[in-house]
């Protein structure tokens, strides 16, 4: 099995930062992208920020540039720096990664639980 535990949500204020862990352990082979995604109540999961194995990012234009996406490959965990906080950066953060699990040969989407981020005076 694999595991995806996200951490570092909470409530923050307007113009403030917040940092986001995401860990992954359990049977994996290799880890390819990694990626954070943020869904409201009543919308879709959409993508805040992508990195590839060697680094790559790409990020959605809400958060382009005020966040940096990084990750520690040897500790397989990614990280997520959002400064400048908008209330409409509110919602449920979740940690993926695509993962090719000890004894397979494809990779395979990996959710984490989610960590609510709140953002308000």
């Known amino acids: 099995q694999v595991h995806l535990v996200e951490s570092g949500g909470g409530l923050v204020q307007p113009g403030g930062s917040l940092r986001l862990s995401c860990a992954a352990s359990?049977?994996?082979?290799?880890?390819?992208?990694m990626a954070w995604y943020r869904q409201v109540p009543g919308h879709e999961r959409e993508m805040v920020a992508r990195?590839?194995?060697?680094?790559?990012?790409d990020y959605a234009d809400s958060v382009q540039g005020r966040s940096t996406i990084s990750r520690y490959n040897a500790e397989r965990t990614v990280y997520l720096q959002i400064d400048s906080l908008k209330p409409e950066d509110t919602a449920v953060y979740f940690c993926?990664?695509?993962?090719?699990?000890?004894?397979?040969?494809?990779?395979?989407?990996?959710w984490g639980q989610g960590t609510q981020v709140a953002v308000s005076s």
């Open positions: 990195i590839t194995s060697s680094g790559v990012t």
């Open positions: 993926n990664a695509q993962v090719v699990p000890i004894g397979s040969i494809t990779a395979l989407p990996y």
């Open positions: 359990g049977s994996i082979n290799v880890i390819f992208d």
